[in-house]
């Protein structure tokens, strides 16, 4: 059996929700909709390829964006109709993969399970997509708001009952059929609005149980909720980390991210940055992972004088591939001195732009030893923090 890709689409005007910022990089969590998106299919274990289709306007930036992804095979640039996007992606589909799964980006809160159910039925049929039955009647209204028609949600066809569904993403096919359908689909019929709508012609589509939670942020208020439902998901934990260093002469001192006026900075391999090791363990340990020292070793030449942040920037992207995300971070430095109270807004920001999240989530407080020990008698600085995450 070949490879999978999950042909995720991102090239959406996205009108009906507005705003000056696209709807797919609304944060949620301090996260853009479109990384949550990515990450569902990143993090499966059956995906092997992602092929990301996005608008001409945001091309310059996936890249940047994305990097965390290993499994992105590329990046394309979409077409004006759904349509035209889907064959643009199916032409960068690697050769070895057999199986495409095309999933709307704006569906971010699709999970693990939705994605193995279609695929599995997918491999068995060909063709598969996850759809719901529709609680509410459906009524055709014209443009002054008055009932025209009401559609039944069940009909009697060739003997049997056949039921009114709404279908979501992800869909999936075998490779060759879905090129196939595009190959020999009438266009000028209309425009399809879904992918099984050009498949249905050429080959059974069989449906298979969907997700109420997957819902697709199409207008403003779908935002709240769909934050709901990613933000309450999932296990979460919790780590913690500490970090000392002496002062030294002739050393800068970093803190945070920053660099700190002071007389004097911090003894270290690296450039000593109590604040972000500290927090660097405290993520790690939260993940079940290897500490700072095992994945930057002081042994190791190249971590000579390293920045910390570039550090933490690299932790934090393994962290993220496993599934988690950040719920917030709390440090407590002790210092006799300098003075760091002026410095802690500018510490929060920095640290919140390598964590790529809301500042609001990241809390550093300065506090001395009353000089007590070796941190009263200003032979160094401490720093705890506590690192919570959810999967």
């Known amino acids: 059996m070949g490879g999978t890709c999950a042909l995720v689409l991102a090239a959406g005007k996205g009108e009906r929700f507005g705003g000056a910022t696209g709807k797919l990089w609304q944060p949620v969590g301090g996260i853009p909709v479109l990384v949550w998106t990515l990450r569902a299919f990143q993090t499966h274990p059956e995906i092997d390829h992602i092929v990301l289709v996005g608008q001409e306007t945001d ?37 070895q993969d057999d199986w495409v799964l095309v999933h709307d980006a704006a ?78 689909y009438d266009f000028s019929k209309g425009t399809p609005t879904d992918d099984a709508m050009v498949v249905e012609a050429l080959h059974p589509v069989t449906v298979v149980p969907g ?14 909720r769909l934050e709901a439902i990613l933000l309450a998901a999932g296990e979460t934990r919790t780590g913690f980390g500490y970090d ?51 994945l930057f070793p002081d042994t190791d030449p190249a971590y000579r004088h390293a920045d910390s942040a570039e550090l933490l920037r690299q932790a934090w992207a393994q962290v993220r591939e496993r599934g988690w995300n950040l719920v917030n971070v709390d440090v407590t430095v002790l210092a006799e001195t ?42 160094g600085i401490a720093c705890v923090a506590v690192a919570t995450l959810r999967r």
């Open 59 to 95: 091309l310059p930036r996936l890249p940047q964006m994305v990097r965390e992804f290993s499994k992105i095979a590329s990046v394309v640039q979409g077409g004006r109709e759904r349509w035209e996007s889907v064959r643009f992606g199916l032409e960068a589909v690697p050769p």
């Open 338 to 379: 300098p003075r760091l109270r002026p410095h802690v807004p500018a510490m929060r920001q920095r640290i919140a732009s390598v964590l790529q999240t809301e500042p609001d989530r990241v809390n550093i407080k300065a506090t001395t030893n009353e000089r007590m020990g070796f941190i009263g008698r200003e032979e």
């Open 244 to 294: 000392v260093h002496p002062f030294a002469e002739r050393r800068r001192l970093v803190l945070g991210g920053i660099e700190i006026p002071a007389p004097r900075g911090l003894a270290g391999h690296s450039d000593a940055d109590a604040v972000l090791h500290a927090i660097t363990d405290a993520l790690l340990g939260a993940a079940g992972m290897d500490d700072i020292g095992t």
């Open 211 to 224: 997700d109420p939670q997957n819902i697709k942020l199409t207008y403003p208020e779908d935002l709240a």
């Open 107 to 184: 569906r971010a809160a699709v999970s693990a399970q939705l994605i193995s159910r279609v695929l599995h039925a997918a491999r068995e049929t060909g063709a598969a997509l996850p759809a719901l039955s529709l609680p509410d009647t459906v009524k055709w209204v014209d443009p002054e708001n008055i009932v025209r028609e009401t559609i039944p949600r069940e009909r009697r066809a060739n003997g049997e009952t056949w039921r009114m569904m709404a279908v979501q993403t992800p869909q999936g096919f075998a490779a060759n059929v879905l090129r196939r359908a595009y190959e020999q």
